[in-house]
């Protein structure tokens, strides 16, 4: 009963090196999101997706680049690090049905240097 | 442009009180108004969501008031508890894509015993 699984849940990067949060979700959503949330701010909807082989741009989406090859999954990667990417990035999934409740994961805590 | 502002940014409330926490939105056509709650280290949760046809909404101690006139909900945690205190999301989305919202800056609630 896992539920949305983020992989790794700390890093730290130094500027310019490139890396990949995995999200995972056993509950067989078709959407599924990533987002940043920073100091005293809401989250911030990075990339999302509505279905396998599908992703769309959020609010936030540069410097981020979004994979959805099979629908369990959603990858967010990094290609250049900055330091204006340090955050807490949270994934979350959800059905386009009534009730409209989405679910998160625990966060990735990533540090850039 | 921030298209939902929240009220206010922490709150100190003392057992057995009620804490009150205030939204504000600007586009006429969000439809879905979900509460989020966030414990340190984790990822928010739905806690309560209301739709724009009714005006309030209650689930055992917390309750959405809807104001549509004046664009604003509001959350109010009645005998809240230390249990609740957390961080409080407001957000605000359109259609069926709920994971696409706007979401407020938080508020920091404490609820001392």
């Not at chain 1, 056993?26 to 949330?37: A, V």
């Not at chain 2, 442009?1 to 409330?13: A, C, Y």
Request: proline fraction near 5%; hydrophobic fraction near 30%; glycine fraction near 10%.
């Amino acid at each position: 009963n896992a539920g949305v699984t983020q992989t790794p849940k700390f890093r730290v990067l130094k500027t310019g090196q490139s890396m990949t949060l995995l999200c995972a979700q056993d509950m067989n959503h078709e959407y599924m999101y990533w987002y940043r949330q920073d100091p005293g701010m809401g989250l911030r909807l990075i990339h999302y997706s509505v279905g396998e082989g599908t992703t769309a741009k959020g609010e936030v989406p540069d410097g981020y680049n979004v994979s959805r090859l099979k629908k369990q999954n959603f990858l967010l990667g990094l290609e250049s690090a900055a330091p204006s990417q340090t955050s807490v990035y949270f994934c979350a999934s959800g059905r386009p049905s009534s009730g409209n409740t989405i679910y998160f994961g625990e966060g990735s805590w990533l540090t850039v240097v | 442009q921030q298209q939902v502002k929240q009220s206010p940014q922490s709150l100190i409330v003392q057992k057995g009180g009620i804490s009150i926490i205030n939204c504000a939105y600007e586009n006429t056509a969000f439809d879905y108004f979900p509460w989020y709650q966030q414990f340190p280290g984790k990822g928010p949760a739905l806690l309560i969501a209301i739709r724009p046809d009714v005006s309030e909404k209650k689930e055992g101690r917390f309750t959405i008031s809807f104001n549509k006139s004046a664009k604003q909900f509001s959350l109010h945690i009645m005998d809240s508890q230390p249990g609740d205190s957390a961080t409080y999301f407001c957000a605000a989305s359109i259609g069926t894509n709920a994971g696409k919202s706007t979401f407020g800056d938080g508020t920091t609630l404490t609820v001392k015993p």
